[in-house]
């Protein structure tokens, strides 16, 4: 099933989403275009990994190999949901989107082992986290400025139930500006599968319901501009609507 | 007497409270307690953020690697961090030291504790948005590149002790000239002061907020100040901040020490 948090008529809904209708939990039945689409997922610990597709490290020009996976972590403050707006600031040269499987958590655990893994996997979600490269330190890199800004990681339309999902290991991840095609990759190309991040990270930390895990990006991270409209998208799991706007966007007309 | 926001274990909402630090009572509703009689909770809600090489003596050490590899050059915007919810523990609690580390960083940070919506504030509205001020322990697993996150060396469970309440901002005269103490085991270990921060409370929330909001509940840590202590099981913490408290708490293995207090 598809659970999505949206806002109707004044009130934040939960809702599931068959087709084109989207079901509010108070029974009303409404489309899909009447709704403001809100991330599906209240978050707890957002975790996001870098280089986890060794096609996208190569093209970052990093070695694949690497000691500890790389991992860093977002705020609440990043997450937009479907169909929202994201800011290119206006000095900026290299603004790119990074399709991404979400893996969110239904569980409690800690020392959880890879195969037991996915019993702490409530479902899947879509993201794009944008990175703006400009902004790249070498401290806590990749730094907050570049991957924790407002509204630069959408989310959603929806979450899916793991039960929907065959094999997350086996999903193509597509990326379209303005219906163009500019990513095309698999998830069975993750250097650490679903598995292998969960047994990593509860290793050290108790993972917890509503924790996500956004699972990295395989290459072709183009530069987007203002008035692109970028669409991320994961087979089975769904597609991902954002368009990129200038600051005047956050302006008083 | 100094108006502080606490949240006491058992009570859901947060208490207002009247306390005098030299006689360590506080007053709810009309009543006197004394400090130690009471089980003060974890008093914030939202993310808490850290901030990295903001000491001067800090920045100075760290200044000689900053032109070579991996840095390449010395950072330009605050370098930031996530102190993740399941660090977050309350005072008097066991920070859990994992079987496999000797020894601990102790962090002493002044925690900045936001009161309202603050997104792209400039330098001399800044304090507007706070609420107060916290006692943060930003517990590490020593560490010396600061090239990658330091999620595994900072975002344990346990890592993240704060309190015991939160110090109404008007209590608080200058939040750029406080000092703080570190004590292990009752010996003084560190001795710095806020008056010693590249970015000042004022110009950090600035510089933030340009590109994230931080909503209320959130807590800013300005900073730890240069030679963290190191500590080991059994060792007891206190770190004191003028005008703010005393947050206290005792290292024990990480077997003996979820929910735990000694």
């Keep these: ?56 490290a190569k093209e970052l020009s990093f070695s694949a190999v690497q000691e500890d996976p790389l991992v860093f972590l977002k705020g609440p403050n990043t997450l937009i949901g479907h169909k929202g707006k994201t800011v290119r600031p206006h000095d900026v040269t290299f603004m790119h989107y990074e399709c991404e499987l979400a893996v969110v958590l239904g569980k409690q655990g800690k020392h959880i082992q890879q195969e037991e893994a996915y019993d ?115 087979e089975g799991v769904g597609r991902l609507v954002n368009t990129v706007v200038g600051e005047e966007a956050l302006q008083n007309s | 007497m100094q108006t502080v926001y606490m949240k006491l274990s058992g009570i859901q909402p947060l208490q207002e409270g009247k306390v005098n630090l030299n006689k360590q009572e506080v007053w709810i509703n009309g009543s006197s307690y004394k400090n130690k009689d009471l089980a003060f909770d974890i008093p914030i809600t939202g993310t808490v953020y850290g901030t990295l090489l903001n000491y001067r003596n800090a920045y100075i050490q760290s200044k000689e690697t900053m032109h070579q590899a991996p840095y390449q050059a010395p950072p330009k915007a605050p370098v930031l961090y996530i102190k993740p919810k399941n660090t977050l523990i309350a005072p008097e609690s066991i920070i859990p030291i994992p079987e496999e580390e000797q020894e601990l960083e102790i962090g002493a940070a002044l925690g900045v504790v936001i009161g309202k919506t603050a997104s792209k504030i400039d330098e001399f509205h800044a304090l507007d948005v706070v609420e107060g001020y916290t006692i943060v322990n930003d517990v590490s697993i020593p560490h010396d590149s600061v090239y990658r996150p330091a999620v595994k060396e900072k975002a344990r469970d346990g890592f993240c002790p704060v309190g015991p309440w939160i110090m109404s901002k008007t209590a608080v005269h200058n939040p750029n000239a406080l000092e703080i103490r570190v004590l292990v085991n009752g010996e003084l270990k560190q001795k710095s002061n806020t008056n010693q921060l590249v970015r000042t409370v004022e110009k950090l929330l600035a510089d933030v907020t340009e590109f994230m909001t931080l909503t209320k509940g959130d807590v800013l840590l300005v900073g730890v100040p240069e030679n963290p202590p190191r500590v080991k099981a059994k060792d007891h913490i206190h770190i004191e901040i003028d005008q703010i408290g005393v947050l206290e708490n005792t290292i024990d293995i990480e077997k003996a020490s979820v929910g735990g207090r000694l």
């Design chain 1, 1 to 56: 099933m598809n659970h999505a948090r949206v806002a109707y008529d004044g009130s934040i809904q939960e809702a599931t989403v068959i087709d084109d209708d989207v079901q509010l939990l108070d029974g009303r039945l409404v489309t899909q275009d009447e709704v403001v689409w809100l991330p599906p997922v209240q978050p707890n610990t957002i975790f996001a990994l870098g280089l986890n597709y060794a096609d996208h």
């Design chain 1, 120 to 234: 702490y996997v409530r479902g899947y979600t879509v993201a794009n986290d944008y990175a703006i490269r400009d902004y790249l330190e070498n401290y806590y890199r990749p730094n907050l400025r570049v991957k924790n800004r407002d509204g630069c990681t959408p989310i959603g339309p929806w979450l899916v139930d793991k039960e929907d999902i065959h094999d997350p290991m086996n999903l193509t991840l597509r990326t379209y500006i303005n219906g163009k095609k500019t990513q095309d990759g698999t998830t069975a190309d993750m250097l650490l599968s679903i598995p292998q991040l969960i047994e990593y990270l509860s290793s050290f930390m108790t993972l917890y319901p509503g924790d996500i895990i956004l699972t990295g990006t395989p290459k072709g991270s183009v530069d987007t501009v203002v008035g692109d409209e970028v669409v991320t998208e994961i």
